[in-house]
């Protein structure tokens, strides 16, 4: 006889060596009355933990409070910085093109298109920016998390409308906002970035009035003035998504004085009045 196991004894009989680590595919599920077990899942939440002994006193377990932000106002996420890098480029992009009317005017003359955009991506990009960092510090401050994101089809359409048709019109993103807050402090959130915007231009309506500065500089100056006008004015709009919407919401008398201060601004901005009142 042969010393070596025979290769079918696994038909009658289990190697326990062989089938190490594996369950059994004939007693696994069965129980000592002969019945199957049925698979099931449970799921357990740690925050849930001693629910009997609440129920017992005839209370019940608080819910579980979100966590509040604790620390630095001005800390960046990676995510973020990537957010809002691509967001800036992508504004920029849609500047140049808007200082060359457009896409041909970008093929028939490079190098206006390259000066004009850094021209405007420097006048301009500080108030997109700087309006967005605003809510984002002001929301920290509120204990809230708060992070800028993009949107990329609101990024993408900007620069075709600037690209076809000479003009900026874009969604570039938001500053996302978690956490509780009050009404009153949601609409300080809101408000953040426009009073920015105003800020911004008054500094930008001082440099204007040392009035000795160079042609370029000049230019300058008057793009900075437009672009935080404009981006104000737009963004007080109580529509959809605008700060102007939560604002509203928040104080109406407060909404309005803000509302027709900063719309009183962009129209002698855009006008050129801001000039003939400044004397320059």
Same mark, same amino acid.
């Given at each position: 006889?042969?010393?070596?196991?025979?290769?079918?004894?696994?038909?009658?009989?289990?190697?326990?060596?062989?089938?190490?680590?594996?369950?059994?595919?004939?007693?696994? !599920?069965? !129980?000592?009355?002969?019945?199957? !077990?049925?698979?099931?899942? %449970?799921?357990?939440?740690?925050?849930?933990?001693?629910?009997?002994?609440? %129920?017992? =006193?005839?209370?019940?377990?608080?819910?579980?409070?979100?966590?509040?932000?604790?620390?630095?106002? $001005?800390?960046?996420?990676?995510?973020?910085?990537?957010?809002?890098?691509? /967001?800036?480029?992508? *504004?920029?992009?849609?500047?140049? *093109?808007?200082? &060359?009317?457009?896409?041909? @005017?970008?093929?028939?003359?490079?190098?206006?298109?390259?000066?004009?955009?850094?021209?405007?991506?420097? +006048?301009?990009?500080?108030?997109?920016?700087?309006?967005?960092? /605003?809510?984002?510090?002001? +929301? %920290?401050?509120?204990?809230? $998390? +708060?992070? =800028?994101?993009?949107?990329?089809? #609101?990024?993408?359409? @900007?620069?075709?409308?600037?690209?076809? =048709?000479?003009?900026?019109?874009?969604?570039?993103?938001?500053?996302?906002?978690?956490?509780?807050?009050?009404?009153?402090? *949601?609409?300080?959130?809101?408000?953040?970035?426009?009073?920015?915007?105003?800020?911004?231009?008054?500094?930008? &309506?001082?440099?204007?009035?040392?009035?000795?500065?160079?042609?370029?500089?000049? !230019?300058?100056?008057?793009?900075?003035?437009? @672009?935080?006008?404009?981006?104000?004015?737009?963004?007080?709009?109580? =529509?959809?998504?605008?700060?102007?919407?939560?604002?509203?919401?928040?104080?109406?008398?407060?909404?309005? &004085?803000? *509302?027709?201060?900063?719309?009183?601004?962009?129209?002698?901005?855009?006008?050129?009045?801001?000039?003939?009142?400044? #004397?320059?």
């Amino acid at each position: 006889m042969s010393e070596k196991r025979d290769p079918r004894a696994h038909w009658l009989d289990e190697d326990p060596f062989d089938k190490l680590g594996n369950s059994s595919k004939t007693h696994t !599920r069965t !129980r000592d009355d002969g019945n199957w !077990r049925k698979p099931h899942v %449970r799921v357990v939440y740690s925050n849930q933990g001693a629910q009997p002994f609440f %129920r017992s =006193f005839g209370t019940s377990q608080q819910p579980h409070q979100p966590t509040i932000h604790t620390g630095s106002i $001005w800390y960046f996420s990676k995510i973020e910085i990537e957010h809002l890098t691509q /967001a800036t480029i992508a *504004f920029s992009l849609a500047l140049a *093109f808007m200082s &060359v009317q457009g896409i041909y @005017g970008a093929i028939q003359n490079p190098l206006s298109f390259l000066i004009g955009g850094a021209l405007y991506a420097a +006048a301009i990009g500080p108030a997109f920016l700087l309006h967005e960092i /605003a809510h984002k510090i002001v +929301a %920290r401050k509120y204990g809230c $998390w +708060a992070e =800028f994101r993009a949107s990329p089809s #609101g990024l993408k359409w @900007g620069v075709i409308i600037a690209a076809a =048709f000479g003009f900026v019109f874009m969604a570039p993103g938001a500053v996302m906002v978690a956490g509780q807050t009050t009404k009153a402090q *949601f609409g300080k959130i809101a408000i953040a970035g426009p009073l920015v915007n105003v800020a911004l231009w008054v500094f930008g &309506v001082g440099m204007v009035l040392l009035n000795d500065w160079s042609p370029f500089i000049d !230019r300058f100056l008057g793009i900075w003035l437009m @672009g935080n006008a404009i981006l104000a004015a737009f963004n007080m709009l109580p =529509f959809g998504p605008l700060d102007g919407k939560k604002i509203k919401a928040w104080s109406d008398p407060i909404f309005w &004085v803000s *509302f027709v201060t900063i719309l009183s601004i962009a129209y002698h901005t855009l006008t050129g009045n801001i000039y003939d009142i400044l #004397g320059v």
